[in-house]
């Protein structure tokens, strides 16, 4: 007895346009002489459709079958595409360029078949969670002020960091495609900047590179004499005001759009945007000697 699977009814193929951006895209070729520049002029990019321009004196030379409603009922016809360049060539013939026009929401979602997941090294800062300082009970920095010997508590810095380095890491690859430059408001990128924090605490001094909150630290100096002529001269300078460095854009390991690159390809402009998610096992290592 034949199985199920034996001599199968042959299915209907029909090519898929979303998973293929050169589908997004055609070209025409027309007599160079039929290209007169008063005619050009009037063709703007991303807005003059393929009618428009076959409407123009010359270029009704260019015969363009209508294509096959595919998939049925997506309404894609010559009526949805629109110019957005031109070049001269080959031989004595001039080449123009259409492309599918997309909406804002087409522009702004993915193609599904050409979206993935890869995994490769990238590189995450360190993270400085939390910093304080300590004073030691047992030991002590003396020295002389105005002639009498003085004792202070002696301070020990510690942190709660996350280590940072080049881990494995998966990245979430998605493609987007568009009729025109994608608009400002398109794009993500969200990469972490750290900030370069330095300090002085009695006999405790350090200076660190990383991502972190909000800190401020005491002057060290707020009787000592400004030296003149260095640094940024036309700045006001005020001993005795402390140092802050604001929180860093990211203060911690967060998933993030690290990349959003836009290429140009048979006139449909095409962006892929991978999105870094975070290690996974990261630790936080507590009272740690900064």
């Not at 409603?69 to 595409?81: A, F, I, M, N």
């Not at 105005?146 to 709660?160: C, D, E, Y």
Request: proline share 8%.
């Amino acid at each position: 007895m034949a199985g199920k699977l034996d001599n199968p009814q042959q299915g209907p193929f029909r090519p898929l346009a979303d998973i293929d951006p050169g589908r997004m895209a055609f070209s025409v070729m027309v007599p160079a002489s039929s290209v007169i520049p008063s005619r050009v002029k009037q063709l703007v990019p991303s807005v003059t459709t393929f009618r428009e321009w076959a409407a123009l004196p010359g270029m009704d030379a260019s015969r363009v079958d209508e294509p096959v409603d595919d998939p049925p009922q997506s309404g894609r016809t010559l009526g949805c595409y629109v110019y957005t360049h031109h070049e001269p060539g080959p031989n004595a013939l001039h080449t123009f360029y259409f492309v599918e026009l997309r909406t804002d929401e087409e522009i702004f979602t993915p193609i599904a078949g050409l979206t993935y997941h890869t995994s490769d090294a990238h590189y995450w800062h360190d993270v400085v969670k939390k910093l304080w300082f300590v004073e030691s009970r047992h030991e002590l920095m003396q020295f002389i002020v105005n002639g009498a010997r003085t004792s202070r508590r002696k301070v020990k810095a510690r942190m709660q960091k996350i280590p940072g380095g080049n881990f494995s890491t998966i990245f979430i690859v998605e493609i987007f495609a568009s009729h025109k430059p994608f608009p400002l408001d398109f794009f993500q990128l969200n990469v972490p900047v750290p900030g370069e924090v330095f300090w002085e605490v009695r006999n405790s001094s350090g200076g660190l590179n990383c991502l972190h909150p909000h800190m401020e630290f005491a002057e060290s100096e707020p009787d000592g004499n400004l030296l003149q002529g260095c640094g940024t001269v036309r700045e006001a300078i005020v001993l005795g005001e402390p140092s802050i460095f604001p929180a860093t854009n990211h203060t911690d390991w967060i998933n993030h759009v690290c990349v959003e690159n836009v290429v140009q390809q048979q006139g449909i402009y095409l962006c892929e945007r991978r999105t870094a998610l975070v290690p996974k096992g990261k630790k936080k290592l507590k009272n740690v000697a900064a």
